[in-house]
T-cell receptor, first 116, second 115 residues
Framework: GAGVSQSPRYKVTKRGQDVALRCDPISGHVSLYWYRQALGQGPEFLTYFNYEAQQDKSGLPNDRFSAERPEGSISTLTIQRTEQRDSAMYRC??????????????FGSGTRLTVV | AQSVTQLDSQVPVFEEAPVELRCNYSSSVSVYLFWYVQYPNQGLQLLLKYLSGSTLVKGINGFEAEFNKSQTSFHLRKPSVHISDTAEYFCAVSDGGSSASKIIFGSGTRLSIRP
């Protein structure tokens, strides 16, 4: 597609429920990144993929968080047994090549997750 | 691990005045440096980046930044701001080189322009 597409734009869920956030990167972009941004803070790195391989998941807060990109295109970030502290804007970005930092990222509009 | 410090959480300036947003990064052998802008209710947009070469980098909307290795700084400047520059600005860093990929962001500086 023309840009990075994230869905849903807004998600309200009850504490304890599982949620799945979707990211559709720019067509042909090799690398895909997930960030979390709390209000008034900068984006916090969660994980990233080159093609379908997860390269770095050091930013995932705990084992309730997982991500996959099975065919090297669309990615899903799953949060199990959500807690109120998981409430944030979840941002996805993609880059053309595996040296993504050199190209900069293209960010999606994000999914705002609210856990009540 | 790389890190970025943005020394000012908020910077108020008058319209048409100059502005400098400060950024310091943790030292590494080589780094890539970035400034991103986030306008109200919008996503993050790349303003400019330093990869190598000239230490003065020009970006969109009249912004520029200077890479200073000895001071590990990458301050963002604009000689004359407009109301439309009201936004949050994020400095970011990545390890340089072929393995570079993960970008680490600072906590942001909110630029507010007074008429």
């Amino acid at each position: 597609g023309a840009g990075v597409s994230q869905s849903p734009r807004y998600k309200v869920t009850k504490r304890g429920q599982d949620v799945a956030l979707r990211c559709d990167p720019i067509s042909g972009h090799v690398s895909l990144y997930w960030y979390r941004q709390a209000l008034g803070q900068g984006p916090e790195f969660l994980t990233y993929f080159n093609y379908e391989a997860q390269q770095d998941k050091s930013g995932l807060p705990n084992d309730r968080f997982s991500a996959e990109r099975p065919e090297g295109s669309i990615s899903t970030l799953t949060i199990q047994r959500t807690e109120q502290r998981d409430s944030a804007m979840y941002r996805c970005a993609s880059s053309l090549d595996t040296g993504g930092a050199a190209y900069g990222y293209t960010f999606g509009s994000g999914t705002r997750l609210t856990v009540v | 691990a790389q890190s970025v410090t943005q020394l000012d959480s908020q910077v108020p300036v008058f319209e048409e005045a100059p502005v400098e947003l400060r950024c310091n990064y943790s030292s590494s052998v080589s780094v890539y440096l970035f400034w991103y802008v986030q306008y109200p209710n919008q996503g993050l947009q790349l303003l400019l980046k330093y990869l190598s070469g000239s230490t003065l980098v020009k970006g969109i909307n009249g912004f520029e930044a200077e890479f200073n290795k000895s001071q590990t700084s990458f301050h963002l400047r604009k000689p004359s701001v407009h109301i439309s520059d009201t936004a949050e600005y994020f400095c970011a860093v990545s390890d340089g080189g072929s393995s570079a990929s993960k970008i680490i962001f600072g906590s942001g500086t909110r630029l507010s322009i007074r008429p």
